[in-house]
């Protein structure tokens, strides 16, 4: 097990498959600047499957989720997900994606074995995407979305964070448009993960806000909290339900308590949160020679080390060094 000293156990592997994307979302990346990993720096595909396959074997992992920088632009992602999907016991797997591509791959993913996808989509205006995420592909994002749809990689989630003067007043629009379409959308608050360092707590759009905004047009009832559970999303049901909205709260209400992920970024290194400020090189360890149980050894070791809670709305909070377009988001 992946267990820490404050006795969590962490079975959700978040899995960076790369840190370049195809979108500079203003709130992730600068337009210009960022220094990518070069490739020898990044792990092989080989490298990615035994990682996933030391965790899931060894180490009681149960849900893999592969992330990055943009993890379509990985040219072997169909094959790394065929080839984790013949693991015992198999793992869940899910994909965070901002869905351009998603068109062409989402039917040969699910064919390899692919249960979900995440979505992120911040707007249903072009101009207002372009502006947030300086780039014109709205049209290629919604098209990607029909195709999990289509291809069955269900349930559809949508990830959105608003921006104050951007999208901020778009929340009830994005739900309505969400029902109507059949996916389950996210809110997610802006945390101070950017490339820029520019995030600021004073006017960021709190979970709090975006209930709000969503009660002008929305019945919410709370799912309540047992089934949260180390979900990060606080679910809400819509006018009654079935249908939902999630809210994550990680600024304005943490769940570290609950957290059940170890991260592993596009160069083998081990993150026991995405903010922490310290990371174990795994790659090193495979490159070096070492056996599965010596890699098992030194996960178990990273995560033994994990640290209460990441503390954002705390003074003495410190942004990690590394974007989440390199941690994997
Ligand atoms: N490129 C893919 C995508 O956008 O879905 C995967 C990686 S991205 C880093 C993962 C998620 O993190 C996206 O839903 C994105 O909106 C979110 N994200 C990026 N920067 C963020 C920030 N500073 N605060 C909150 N969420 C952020
Ligand atoms: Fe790319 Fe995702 Fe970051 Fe946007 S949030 S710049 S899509 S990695």
């Not at 990518?36 to 180490?59: G, H, N, Q, S, Y």
């Not at 797997?93 to 040969?108: H, Q, V």
């Not at 707007?123 to 994002?141: G, I, N, S, W, Y």
Request: charged content about 25%; some cysteine; overall charge negative.
């Amino acid at each position: 097990m992946l267990l820490d000293t404050y006795g969590r156990v962490a079975t959700d592997l978040r899995v960076s498959l790369t840190d370049r994307c195809n979108l500079r979302c203003t709130y992730c990346m600068p337009e210009e600047g960022l220094q990518w990993l070069a490739k020898p720096e990044l792990l092989t595909d080989d490298e990615i499957v035994r990682l996933v396959r030391i965790a899931v074997t060894d180490l009681g992992v149960t849900e893999v989720r592969f992330t990055g920088g943009e993890p379509l632009l990985r040219p072997g992602l169909t094959g790394i997900v065929a080839r984790c999907a013949e693991l015992e016991p198999r793992p869940r797997m899910s994909l965070t994606t901002n869905g351009i591509g998603l068109e062409r791959t989402a039917a040969a993913l699910r064919e390899a074995g692919l249960d979900r996808v995440n979505v992120s989509l911040d707007t249903l205006d072009p101009e207002t995407f372009q502006r947030m995420t300086r780039r014109k592909r709205h049209a290629d994002v919604l098209r990607g979305l029909a195709a999990a749809r289509e291809a069955g990689l269900a349930p559809v989630k949508v990830n959105a964070v608003l921006m104050p003067g951007m999208n901020d007043q778009e929340a009830p629009e994005l739900l309505e448009w969400a029902l109507e379409e059949g996916y389950e959308l996210r809110f997610i608050e802006q945390m101070p993960l950017d490339a820029q360092h520019g995030w600021q707590r004073e006017g960021m759009i709190t979970a709090g806000d975006i209930l709000e905004s969503l009660r002008t047009r929305f019945a919410l009832t709370p799912e309540g909290q047992e089934e949260r559970g180390s979900a990060p999303a606080e679910r809400w049901l819509v006018d009654g339900g079935p249908q939902r909205v999630g809210v994550i709260a990680s600024v304005t209400r943490p769940f570290c308590r609950a957290c059940d992920r170890t991260r592993l970024t596009a160069d083998g290194q081990v993150r026991t949160c995405l903010f922490a400020t310290e990371e174990s090189d795994l790659r090193g360890a495979l490159r070096g020679g070492a056996s599965d149980a010596q890699v098992a050894a030194s996960w178990r070791k990273a995560m033994w080390g994990k640290k209460a809670g990441a503390g954002i709305d705390d003074p003495s909070f410190v942004q990690p060094q590394r974007p989440m377009s390199a941690i994997g988001g």
